[in-house]
């Protein structure tokens, strides 16, 4: 390809088209193994040579390369001059593909424009089958389908790199068309990007083509990661700076691509700048609501603080959905879930056996996912979904999977036999979703696949820190829902969960469940708080105990004799700040004052 597409290669085959027939049979072949890298040469010789013949060859063969012309040429339109711009809107007509059609309008509808260049771009948008000539909306509609990453507008696929366009109107280089080569996984997010800023300079008021910018440039930064050069202004700036209007239509855009790391993104500058309204809006798509149903974990509790955090004051679909994802974040141990799906009772007790040892929490598995898709509700989704079959049995099951709401974004393992390994391989080819581990292969390799896997579309699987920090995070939402009183989200829908972790958790994080509970002070809440500051100790005893006494006095709740005996033993035993603590409890909970006697009368 090197040799192919080599500049003074080029060159001496355009030379050849003078030539005899040999030479221009020879000829032809270069160019045409060139492709796109021969259109500079060429637009050179359309543009600038005085020999008619030459140029007629040279438009010949710019036609002839389709759509590896299209992008170059009409990448150049708006900077030639009205005649070179003639000829080459003819050209564009002529190979037929219609991403040329906005960049025909653009330069059609300049007000420097001469008839004639009007006129060629009319006959070309006829012969494009054009329909609306607005050049804001096909300049935004081109870019949709680059963000959409259409296979069929990139004109290498296969290629480490493709070329960014643009003309040079400095004298020399190949007539000013010049190629910038980017890496191919962020070659549609950098077109999409230009498109959307030629769409936003013809209207500036165009929030669509705003949105896509946005999530393009979001998209480029995460797939270069530590590559990503950092500009002037960063993506999360346009994020946020672009207003909530636009990041919802950019997470609406997120969840159509099912591009979690992108979701999160557009969470996260939503929590920065939406109120209540514009998150769970009845009216129209509410990507947010999306979110909160979404495959992946992080996505759901993310939506759910950023819910929680603007306190809606109004009733909204799926609104009680919202605490119990918060509450799922506190009572959970992190743990990975995963499912079967496929293959017989023995492959999947199996599998399931090899998904334990590896760290995986297995819901029952099934023959169909119609069999278990109501469990994997239920479990509030799936971490991984592992498939065992033949080729066209693991390919009905991923269509079905996806068909989903619950698991619509989850990762996929496919097991294949090693005879079919190729096969199932070239079925998901290009798909990131699905990592194909072959049966029988080590147990180390069946984790690495997993956790590949996983990676590719949520980040991994939640560490214990990372199950933390979100319980952390979930409990301070619930804590400020309970505080505000709010009349929509009834923070007592995660009395359960919390009553559960009050028993499991340890640290700030078992304080802050306590305060929740505190708030809720339900009888129960009051009797888990009473029972837990009970068999604390150190500060925690004393933080525990004033909870305990604040949920009593919001009550009026009672302790049974069980509790009074137990602090009565942990007074008389105490001393400084402990015992103040237990004495505030026991004073709350109206036991009367026959142990103040006591203790006075006992010295």
């Not at 293959?343 to 023959?367: M, N, T, W, Y």
Request: hydrophobic fraction near 45%; glycine fraction near 8%; proline fraction near 3%.
């Amino acid at each position: 390809k090197a040799r192919a597409r080599d500049p003074a290669r080029i060159g001496e085959a355009i030379g050849m088209l003078r030539g005899t027939l040999r030479e221009r049979m020879i000829a032809e072949e270069r160019i045409a193994a060139a492709g796109e890298y021969a259109v500079p040469q060429l637009l050179k010789v359309v543009v600038d040579s005085k020999d008619t013949a030459l140029e007629l060859e040279a438009t010949k063969h710019l036609v002839a390369l389709k759509r590896y012309s299209v992008l170059p040429l009409s990448m150049s339109l708006a900077n030639l001059d009205s005649n070179s711009q003639r000829k080459v809107i003819a050209m564009l007509g002529e190979i037929g593909y219609p991403h040329a059609i906005p960049f025909i309008l653009e330069v059609g509808a300049s007000a420097d424009a001469p008839d004639t260049v009007k006129a060629a771009a009319e006959v070309a948008f006829s012969q494009l089958n054009g329909t609306a000539k607005d050049v804001s909306a096909q300049f935004t509609a081109l870019a949709r389908k680059f963000f959409d990453r259409d296979a069929s507008l990139i004109p290498n696929p296969a290629d480490a790199v493709n070329n960014m366009w643009a003309f040079d109107g400095t004298p020399g280089g190949y007539g000013g068309l010049q190629a910038t080569p980017v890496a191919t996984p962020i070659f549609c997010d950098e077109m999409a990007m230009a498109l959307a800023r030629r769409a936003l300079a013809a209207d500036q008021a165009n929030n669509a083509a705003l949105a896509i910018y946005v999530a393009s440039d979001l998209r480029r930064e995460n797939t270069l990661g530590s590559d990503a050069q950092p500009g002037r202004y960063s993506p999360q700036f346009f994020a946020t700076a672009s207003g909530p209007s636009v990041c919802n239509e950019e997470l609406g855009m997120a969840i159509d691509a099912k591009d979690t790391a992108q979701i999160r993104d557009a969470i996260g500058a939503l929590a920065q700048t939406a109120g209540s309204n514009m998150l769970v809006a009845n009216a129209g798509r509410t990507p947010m609501l999306e979110a909160l149903r979404y495959a992946d974990r992080r996505v759901r509790l993310e939506a759910a603080i950023a819910i929680a955090q603007s306190l809606p004051k109004q009733s909204f679909a799926g609104d009680f959905g919202v605490v119990p994802t918060l509450a799922s974040a506190i009572s959970d141990s992190g743990v990975s879930r995963a499912t079967v799906l496929g293959g017989s009772l023995e492959d999947r007790q199996a599998i399931q056996q090899q998904l334990g040892s590896v760290g995986f929490a297995v819901l029952a598995g099934a023959d169909n996912f119609d069999a278990l898709e109501v469990d994997v509700i239920k479990a509030n989704g799936v971490d991984l979904v592992v498939v065992r079959g033949a080729v066209a049995d693991i390919q009905a099951a991923v269509e079905r999977v996806r068909a989903s709401g619950a698991t619509s974004a989850s990762p996929v393992l496919a097991i294949a036999n090693a005879l079919e390994e190729n096969a199932v391989r070239n079925a998901f080819a290009g798909d990131r979703s699905v990592t194909v581990w072959t049966e029988g292969s080590t147990s180390d390799s069946f984790r690495n696949a997993a956790m590949a896997v996983m990676s590719n579309m949520s980040g991994g699987a939640m560490d214990e820190a990372e199950a933390t920090e979100y319980a952390i995070r979930c409990a301070e939402t619930l804590r400020g829902v309970a505080m505000s009183g709010s009349k929509t989200l009834s923070v007592c829908d995660a009395e359960g969960a919390l009553l559960r972790a009050l028993n499991t958790k340890q640290g700030g994080l078992r304080v802050m469940v306590a305060e929740v509970l505190a708030l809720i002070a339900s009888p129960s809440a009051q009797n888990a708080l009473v029972d837990a500051a009970i068999g604390a100790s150190g500060e925690e005893q004393t933080v525990l105990c004033d909870l305990a006494a604040a949920a009593a006095r919001a009550s009026g709740g009672k302790a049974d004799e069980r509790q009074l005996a137990a602090l009565r033993q942990l007074i008389g035993s105490s001393e400084g700040a402990a015992a103040e603590a237990a004495g505030r409890l026991y004073g709350a909970l109206d036991a009367g004052p026959a142990e103040a006697v006591k203790l006075i009368t006992r010295d």
